[in-house]
């Protein structure tokens, strides 16, 4: 009994001995544990406050960029707006000058008009005319045609004097080739026949027929020379021209005339 009470108080010894063992052992992971899960939460709060830090820097460096991004469309805008109002600028600058070249291009165009109707009168002045006069067709100048009718719508006024002056600046303004030349010299005979200039008259009247002989007013002229002759009291050369003037146009009315008065003078 003695004999086992030592070995049981070993073995008792031995138990607690283990037994307190084992409570250590418990201790140490419990506080292993323990510092483990500090360990973790402070590397959680870690994560969790860079976590935090970058969310904020990601928000921030967003608000820069949304900042900067609205200042770039606000600039954009802007360039945007000044290029259109310089495009209608522009637009209106090209718009009054259409219409200012529009003007001048209407006023170009009606000078032209003006100028092809003047050139055109101008050209109607100047072109040679189909005259028809006395039988005879000829061209005329216009400025020719004008002074003529105005010579003779002197002498048919009675104003004969006036008529002298004017046909015989006619004729020597526009020379022998004008087709006016054998009336106007049988109007300038007849005027200075009205006048008495009987000798002028003559002249003229021979040039006429020197000129044309066979024109209508020959005969005519003749009967005049005769006329003249017979007012001068030069009744030989009075006769002498009827005579001929029944010869040569014996059925012309002037030539029936001249018959008639040379049986008169039997």
Request: with cysteine; proline share 3%.
């Amino acid at each position: 009994m003695r004999q086992a009470l030592p070995w049981l108080l070993g073995s008792a010894l031995l138990g607690s001995a283990g037994l307190a063992q084992a409570g250590l052992f418990e201790d140490d992971e419990a506080r292993r544990a323990i510092l483990e899960l500090r360990q973790s939460q402070a590397e959680l709060r870690s994560q969790m406050d860079a976590t935090r830090k970058q969310s904020e820097q990601w928000q921030a460096d967003s608000a820069h960029r949304q900042a900067d991004d609205s200042a770039a469309l606000r600039k954009a805008l802007l360039e945007l707006q000044n290029q259109l109002e310089a495009l209608g600028a522009d637009v209106a600058k090209l718009r009054g000058q259409n219409e200012v070249l529009a003007r001048e291009l209407a006023e170009v165009q009606r000078r032209q008009k003006d100028d092809l109707v003047g050139l055109d009168e101008r050209l109607r002045r100047i072109e040679p005319l189909k005259v028809s006069i006395d039988g005879r067709e000829f061209l005329a100048e216009p400025g020719e045609k004008r002074d003529y009718e105005q010579a003779f719508a002197v002498f048919r006024k009675g104003e004969f004097d006036r008529a002298q002056v004017a046909l015989v600046d006619f004729l020597n303004r526009y020379g022998p080739n004008s087709g006016y030349r054998v009336p106007a010299l049988f109007w300038l005979g007849n005027a200075q026949y009205a006048l008495k200039d009987y000798k002028e008259a003559i002249a003229n009247f021979r040039s006429l027929i020197a000129a044309a002989p066979d024109h209508l007013r020959v005969p005519e002229s003749m009967l005049a020379i005769s006329n003249c002759q017979w007012e001068m009291k030069d009744t030989k050369a009075a006769r002498k021209t009827l005579e001929e003037l029944v010869k040569a146009f014996p059925s012309s009315e002037a030539g029936v005339a001249a018959k008639e008065r040379l049986g008169r003078m039997k």
